[in-house]
């Protein structure tokens, strides 16, 4: 088969590093892809959310399958473009995305349909949102409706900042467009878990579990960022826990959405707090999370691509899901001023070195590749994961490798899996 992964950053050469692994692909692309993708597979110049240049280039180049795997191309309409043109395609169709496109969306589906989630209130006037503040008791979450590179959300310890926050996002608009909405939402708290499941919009299949560090800095201190780092398993997502998430949010999510007519097929991502109420929806995502892929598929024992066509199909009931037992650590090598402004371009060195150990692997998630040399290329450039018996092993081997790493102002959290994460 001829294989289109659309996207360029960790999550994508992830998922290119785990398909590689299918005896029955023949060729690999990624559009626009990165630096270490370009490895695995051909790098097409065309950007993730140009809809009409990948379905030509799909058409003319005759592939097979095309796997959409960010999220503004799917809450765009990706797949259903691709669909429409006769060509196979993975990923949730526009009506589904919503769920992550939206998020005054998804807390009124959670609320119609009663999954557990914390209290909120949407808003489309900066002026209706800043009275109801007045109203609120700190610490409150304000998040942009849209998309926002997964920085949308402000946990606000005052009111004056989450006044501030309403401005930033509704009226200087910070987030363009994401901000036309406001969810303003109760804070909650407890370890958080992430949750990544397939499903055929029949059939709910979740990942082994994970956790994200979001945090620029050591002790979650600093700035929400697309995630600096994630292990898996999760330490606090037991037996009990995998059952009740189940009946009372996996399972109920996908029936909800089909009560709305938007069958949801593909990645469902489902972002918990497990608070002393037990747990609670903090938010959906309609793909793959990042970094979260780059430990959770290097446990996944079943071909990939199996999967991917027996979601397609609805026939995912038929496909026995394996997983090893292991354990693994991703630690994100950032650009210096990151989640801010950051330079690029800057010489890595150092991966040859890391990369000597089989038990690593290096995710590309902003790079380029110049006559064999890499070059910083994004806010997030590396994810060093490591897969090990155990937590402790996986959490040494991933420092030690990324201790071998470097370049101008880089900079990544000490503490990548050495905790639960409690964020309100």
Known sequence: MKVLVVGGGGREHAIIWKLSQSPKISELFCAPGNGGISKLASCVPIKATDIEGIVNFSRANKMDLVVVAPDDPLVAGMVDALEAAGIRAFGPVRAAAIIEGSKSFSKDLMKKYNIPTAGYAVFESSAGALKYLDICSAPVVVKADGLALG?????????????????SIMNDRVFGEAGNKVVIEEFIEGPEVSILAFTDGKTVVPMVSSQ??????????????????????????????????MKEI????????????????????????????????????????????????PRLKTDLLDIFNAIIDEELAGIKIEWSDNAAVCVIAASGGYPGKYPAGLEISGLEAA??????????????????????????????????????????????????????????RKDIGKKSITIG
């Open 151 to 167: 920085k949308g959300v402000i946990i606000a310890q005052t009111i004056a900042e989450a006044k501030t926050a309403v401005n």
């Open 355 to 412: 990369e000597a150990d089989e038990n690593l692997t290096i995710f590309h998630a902003g790079t380029s590749c110049t006559d064999g040399k890499f070059y910083t290329a994004g806010g997030r450039v590396l994810g060093v994961t490591a897969v090990e018996e155990n937590m402790e092993k996986a959490i040494s081997k991933a420092y030690a490798g990324i201790e071998k790493i470097s370049f101008e102002g880089m900079h990544y």
């Open 250 to 297: 996996f399972i109920p999510t996908i029936e909800a959405m089909n009560m709305e007519g938007r069958k949801f097929k593909g990645i469902l991502y489902f972002g918990l707090m497990i608070t002393k109420d037990g747990p609670k929806v903090i938010e959906y995502n309609a793909r793959f999370g990042d970094p979260e892929t780059q430990v959770v598929l």
């Open 212 to 245: 994200d560090h979001k945090r620029v800095f050591d002790h979650d201190q600093g700035p929400n960022t697309g995630g600096m780092g994630t292990f898996s398993p999760s330490l606090i997502y037991d037996g009990k826990l995998t059952e009740q998430c």
